[in-house]
């Protein structure tokens, strides 16, 4: 079975700092992979997929991710933040059997923090 | 175009008693999902509708869950009875037909079992 893994549980980084949220999943294929995010009081919206095709993936909000098939890696990064984008970060994957209409699997979520 | 949408939006219950979370995906969309996150821990998916009928329910904990989907539109999820650990945020989405669509989600349900 594939997981996920977001080692960071708390990032807390100044705004106007540039950002990484690491992901590291684990399965045998090449997954479909996912970042959402959930802001207070909100639900989940989706901030970037990668499904095939070009390794770098641009995203809503000025987010992008990186998939490293050596690393097994999907991190994602901002080169500047600003006191909105603290939130939760949750990074997901699918196993692509179903061409992505299929359960996916979350990491544990990164909370990230915004100082001035 | 309505998003996904979920009631309630808060529920404090008692253990032993009943809860009903209701889920109303975006129109037409056929695959409906049921996730939940247990405080503390990761999102974890419970069962996957295609249309009215049960595709994977791998991940529904017990027999004290049950998900319908009457005429393949909105979604129920009822827990009887709820007990302690069953608190936590309920998560409902949707996706359309094709390949490779985007699943989108609801605001959530959150549950909290006194």
């Known amino acids: 079975a594939q997981s996920v893994t977001q080692p960071d549980i708390h990032i807390t980084v100044s705004e106007g700092a540039s950002l990484e949220l690491r992901c590291n999943y684990s399965?045998?294929?090449?997954?479909?992979l996912f970042w959402y995010v959930q802001s207070p009081g909100q639900g989940l919206q989706l901030l970037l997929k990668?499904?095939?095709?070009?390794?770098l993936v641009q995203g809503i909000k000025g987010f992008e991710a990186e998939f490293k098939r050596s690393q097994s890696s999907f991190n994602l990064r901002k080169p500047s933040v600003h006191w909105s984008d603290a939130a939760e970060y949750f990074c997901?994957?699918?196993?692509?059997?179903?061409?992505?209409?299929?359960?996916?699997?979350f990491g544990t979520g990164t909370r990230l923090t915004i100082i001035p | 175009e309505a998003g996904v949408t979920q009631f309630p939006s808060h529920s404090v219950i008692e253990k032993g008693q009943t809860v009903t979370l209701r889920c109303d995906p975006i129109?037409?969309?056929?695959?409906l999902y049921w996730y939940r996150r247990v405080m503390g821990k990761e999102i974890k998916f419970l069962l996957h509708?295609?249309?009215?009928?049960?595709?994977?329910e791998s991940g529904m904990p017990n027999n004290r869950f049950l998900a319908e989907r009457t005429g393949g539109t909105y979604s129920t999820l009822k827990v009887q009875p709820a007990e302690l650990e069953d608190s936590g945020v309920y998560f409902c989405?949707?996706?359309?037909?094709?390949?490779?669509?985007?699943?989108?989600f609801g605001e959530g349900s959150w549950l909290t079992v006194v």
């Open positions: 989405a949707s996706s359309g037909t094709g390949l490779r669509n985007t699943i989108y």
């Open positions: 399965y045998g294929a090449t997954p479909y």
């Open positions: 990668y499904f095939s095709g070009d390794t």
């Open positions: 997901a994957v699918a196993r692509g059997a179903n061409f992505g209409n299929e359960k996916l699997t």
């Open positions: 129109s037409g969309h056929d695959n």
């Open positions: 509708f295609v249309k009215e009928s049960k595709q994977d």
